[in-house]
């Protein structure tokens, strides 16, 4: 069941950027540790970026810092993930999740997140 409503994939050239919402349309996500993951075909589920609960600390994966930014907007209950100097490599679905964590974000698996997005393609292609 998808709890979460993603927007904002595309297909867009080397270099490019687009910027991903997520919307929680039946929660309020204030008190949710919030997170991007990604997916791209035959690999596993891998995450980008979160944003814990508990201290507000931001995680960003290696391949993937310097040039994504992930943001919340609680007033909104949204959150957004700003990607910039898309790489081909950066092509995947890509899901926005939440959850009741209590510690970092980083340490915490894919389903360990209780919300889940229904995922957007993002595509980077010349």
């Known amino acids: 069941q998808v709890q979460l409503v993603e927007s904002g994939g595309g297909l867009v050239q080397p270099g490019g950027s687009l910027r991903l919402s997520c919307t929680a349309p039946a929660f309020n996500l204030d008190f949710y540790t919030i997170g991007w993951f990604r997916q791209a075909p035959a690999k596993e589920r891998e995450r980008v970026s979160c944003?814990?609960?508990?201290?507000?600390?931001?995680y960003y994966a290696d391949s993937v810092k310097g040039r994504f930014t992930i943001t919340r907007d609680n007033a909104k209950d949204t959150m957004y993930l700003q990607m910039n100097n898309l790489k081909p490599e950066d092509t995947a679905v890509y899901y926005c999740a939440a959850g009741r964590l209590e510690y970092r974000c980083s340490s915490y698996l894919p389903y360990e997140y209780a919300l889940w997005g229904q995922g957007t393609q993002v595509t980077v292609s010349s």
């Open positions: 944003i814990s609960s508990s201290d507000g600390e931001s």
